[in-house]
């Protein structure tokens, strides 16, 4: 069965510093999400995405953030400064068609620690 | 606001049902999911029901859905030690497509 990817499984960074997320969406999939989970608390929305826009995005989705579709697979999500408080599960979606009968299907996440 | 609540923490006996329950927001929500999240892991998409129906079942899971009270429940029949995981209810509000995740249950599933 068809699943979304992300690398790496965890990424430990110093603050300040630049990081890249990486999500391979399911093929056909045409609208790609980013959300995040700090420890211990709700699932938050950040972004979606779709023919290279952003369709929508969160006020947590700061200039500090960027999301790119560098070509026909991967999506990612650049944090430009880290802080500390960006430590947080990192989930990429992905849904076939923008539709609200179009569920999303989650990665495994990628786990940011900021030092 | 946007305020998807659940309990926290559910403990059930291996074999007993589980009902996790979850409030949600916005009446115009068109669709409400469940997710589960095992340790370590991302989210699995378990079920979902379309808003103008009551009830869902598949397999062992029952989807209840009170649109008045804007009351959502899923019951897990002979619960299992793998059913030991948290579960998030979500639900799509009118004009947008992003997920709206409650606080997530953990259930703990005890031998």
């Known amino acids: 069965e068809p699943e979304v990817t992300q690398t790496p499984s965890h990424q430990v960074t110093q603050m300040g510093q630049e990081v890249i997320l990486r999500c391979v969406p399911i093929?056909?999939?045409?609208?790609f999400y980013w959300y995040r989970q700090i420890l211990g608390q709700k699932v938050e929305f950040l972004v979606s995405?779709?023919?290279?826009?952003?369709?929508?995005k969160s006020e947590i989705f700061d200039d500090q953030f960027s999301v790119e579709r560098p070509d026909g697979s991967n999506f990612t999500l650049k944090i430009r400064s880290t802080k500390l408080e960006d430590s947080a599960m990192y989930f990429c979606?992905?849904?076939?068609?923008?539709?609200?009968?179009?569920?999303?299907?989650f990665g495994p996440g990628t786990r940011l620690t900021v030092l | 606001g946007e305020d998807v609540e659940q309990s926290l923490f559910l403990s059930v006996r291996e074999g007993d049902s589980s009902v996790i329950n979850c409030t949600y927001t916005d009446s115009s929500s068109t669709y409400l999911y469940w997710y589960k999240q095992e340790p370590g892991a991302g989210l699995q998409l378990l079920t979902y029901?379309?808003?103008?129906?009551d009830m869902k079942q598949d397999q062992r899971l029952t989807v209840l859905l009170n649109k008045k009270d804007k009351h959502l429940s899923l019951r897990i029949a002979d619960t299992q030690t793998g059913d030991s995981a948290i579960y998030f209810c979500a639900e799509t509000p009118s004009g947008t497509y992003k997920y709206i995740f409650g606080t997530g249950t953990r259930l703990k599933v005890l031998a």
């Open positions: 979606a992905s849904s076939e068609l923008l539709r609200i009968t179009d569920t999303q299907y």
């Open positions: 995405f779709y023919n290279n826009e952003i369709s929508e």
């Open positions: 093929s056909n999939h045409l609208y």
């Open positions: 029901i379309f808003s103008n129906m």
